[in-house]
């Protein structure tokens, strides 16, 4: 890799196993359920995940909107932090395509809702001029935090909650197993208390193609019509489940790699005069860190003089933040290079 990409954990290529594994795979169509390779995946995301059932999706978008779609009617509500990528990040798909209201919870700075607003934010089903709530919807890590991994006892607790109402959950869980890897437990322990999660094989596991969504059997099957009319019915997809065996077999503990190296960046980072970062708030893969006092440097010119002059991809989050990502393509030389970029691009005052 020539550039040095820490824009997000989906620009990296997949491995050499990967290509070697997707150039031998054997296919079938898909549709017609006849993909071996893909039956194979969706089987062992299920099983890993204690859940009956997988389903090979296009994105993690579109794995959520299935999810979404399966869950609730048009008019329905679902409840979900304000910060989350569902809302934020999703183009609205929920309720341009669901119908669904979004009813929006702020999180704390680990990104989680508080469970006694979550209790409130329930619709009462008697009074005629409400929607019904429908769905709970939560996220791990929680990336609008930084990438914040959340333990098991959170969803606990969100469920006794959704139980007393009849809610369903659903978990964004992109980057479910940097969660698992951060907090040392088993994905499965992290989605015990879901209806259905959908987890991102292109991300930190750098396939280059895919996510899929687990639950009941009868959900995923209902689940693959709604992938269907969206467009999502893939032929011989088992090209691209080859890469995601790989993602699945053999990318999942190494993501503690990225996460030392996360730790790294912001550490270093601190040392930097003009950047505010708090390490010791990294505890996956994403390092946010702020400009301050830095001679009047925008985060953008920032940005683009990376990009530049050298060579090296970052951006900006909202409302203020720099966003450093961490993944298989970038380690302890690359993190040094990003830091040694962003402490001259400072001393040197911009250059406007
Ligand atoms: C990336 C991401 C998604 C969406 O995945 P795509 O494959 O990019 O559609 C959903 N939720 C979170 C938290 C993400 O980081």
């Not at 990040?89 to 680990?110: C, F, K, N, Q, Y």
């Not at 709970?136 to 909650?161: C, D, H, K, M, W």
């Amino acid at each position: 890799m020539d550039r040095i990409d820490f824009r997000s954990d989906t620009v990296g290529w997949p491995t050499p196993e990967m290509r070697e594994a997707m150039a031998t795979a054997r296919v079938g169509d898909d549709v017609y359920g006849e993909d071996p390779t893909v039956n194979e995946l969706e089987a062992l995301a299920a099983e890993m995940l204690g859940k009956e059932a997988g389903l090979f999706v296009t994105s993690g978008t579109q794995g959520n909107l299935v999810a979404l779609l399966g869950h609730a009617r048009r008019g329905d509500e679902a409840i979900l932090g304000y910060e989350s990528h569902i809302f934020q990040w999703e183009v609205g798909g929920m309720a341009s395509i669901g119908g669904i209201l979004p009813h929006t919870l702020p999180t704390d700075a680990m990104g989680r809702m508080d469970p006694a607003a979550v209790d409130a934010a329930v619709r009462d089903t008697t009074d005629h001029h409400y929607g019904h709530s429908r769905l709970l919807l939560v996220e791990n890590t929680f990336g609008g935090r930084g990438g914040v991994p959340l333990p098991a006892e959170y969803f606990s607790a969100l469920r006794r909650i959704a139980d007393k109402h009849s809610l369903a959950m659903h978990m964004d869980g992109a980057r479910l197993f940097n969660a698992a890897v951060a907090l040392g437990v088993e994905a499965r322990e992290l989605v015990a208390d879901v209806d259905t999660v959908t987890f991102c094989l292109s991300k930190g596991l750098c396939a280059p193609v895919g996510s899929i969504l687990c639950g009941p059997t009868e959900f995923i099957e209902e689940a693959r019509r709604t992938r269907k009319s969206l467009g999502g019915g893939m032929r011989q997809a088992g090209i691209l489940a080859a890469a995601g065996l790989v993602a699945m077999n053999s990318m999942i503990d190494r993501l503690a790699d990225d996460h030392a190296h996360a730790r790294l960046l912001a550490q270093q980072l601190a040392e930097i005069d003009g950047v505010n970062v708090k390490p010791k708030t990294v505890q996956t893969n994403i390092v946010f860190f702020e400009l301050e006092g830095s001679k009047g440097i925008s985060r953008e010119r920032l940005c683009a003089r990376l990009d530049k002059e050298y060579e090296i991809g970052l951006d900006t989050y909202p409302p203020n933040f720099l966003r450093a990502v961490t993944h298989y393509w970038v380690g302890e030389k690359e993190v040094g290079a990003l830091v040694e970029a962003v402490a001259e691009i400072i001393r040197t005052g911009g250059g406007e």
